[in-house]
């Protein structure tokens, strides 16, 4: 069975930048939409990112200008560059694909941004 797996979490100071990778461990047809979530200590998950197949991307408010989704379809891969880290982005960051009518999640990988 095809898993996402994400990469490129760990400690960052305030002000710093991460990458955050999620890539399929097999191929997976007709991915629409790359989807990036977090969920923080005791709130709910919150969609940060996605991107569509025709490349269109949405940010969360609190990412825009700050956090940037892209994705590489041959490598079945979505990225997450984030900037100016803040210690409110300390999160558990998911991945998600859809595939109508499957979707496809990630473990999930932390991110923690110390002040």
């Known amino acids: 069975q095809v898993q996402l797996v994400e990469s490129g979490g760990g400690l960052v100071q305030s002000g710093g930048s991460l990458t955050l990778s999620c890539a399929a461990t097999g191929p997976i047809a007709n991915i629409n939409t790359m989807r990036w979530f977090r969920q923080a200590p005791r709130s709910q998950r919150e969609l940060v990112a996605s991107?569509?197949?025709?490349?269109?991307?949405e940010y969360a408010d609190s990412a825009k200008g700050r956090f940037t989704i892209s994705r590489d379809d041959a490598k079945n891969t979505v990225y997450l560059r984030m900037n100016s880290l803040k210690s409110e982005d300390t999160a558990v960051y998911y991945c998600?694909?859809?595939?109508?009518?499957?979707?496809?999640w990630g473990h999930g990988t932390q991110v923690t941004v110390s002040s």
């Open positions: 991107i569509r197949s025709v490349g269109t991307t």
């Open positions: 998600s694909f859809l595939a109508y009518p499957a979707s496809y």
